[in-house]
């Protein structure tokens, strides 16, 4: 079976944690615990791509989150110096 052109299910640790710019000790315990969906083969975990776009999601969610922070903060910073 030919691996090079078969449709890939699953991500390594390595490469789930370099896509999304996190440590490899962090996907492992993520995987430990659950919070990531993954399947352990032997000592590795191998992670369902489909993983990947979840995590993506939850990342720019994140960033979203903390643009909203800045704005709340910058509109406050505003508020209270119009008000002088």
């Not at 699953?10 to 492992?28: D, P, Q």
């Not at 352990?40 to 903390?66: C, F, H, V, Y």
Request: overall charge positive.
């Amino acid at each position: 079976m030919d691996r090079t052109n078969s449709k890939r299910e699953f991500l390594t640790v390595r490469e789930y944690a370099e896509i999304l710019g996190v440590c490899e000790k962090t996907v492992i315990r993520h995987c430990a615990t659950g919070k990531i969906e993954a399947i352990k083969i032997g000592r590795t975990w191998r992670i369902p791509l489909r993983q990947l776009s979840n995590a993506e999601m939850l990342k720019e969610l994140d960033e979203l989150r903390e643009e909203l922070e800045e704005i709340k903060s910058w509109k406050q910073g505003l508020s209270a110096a119009l008000a002088k």
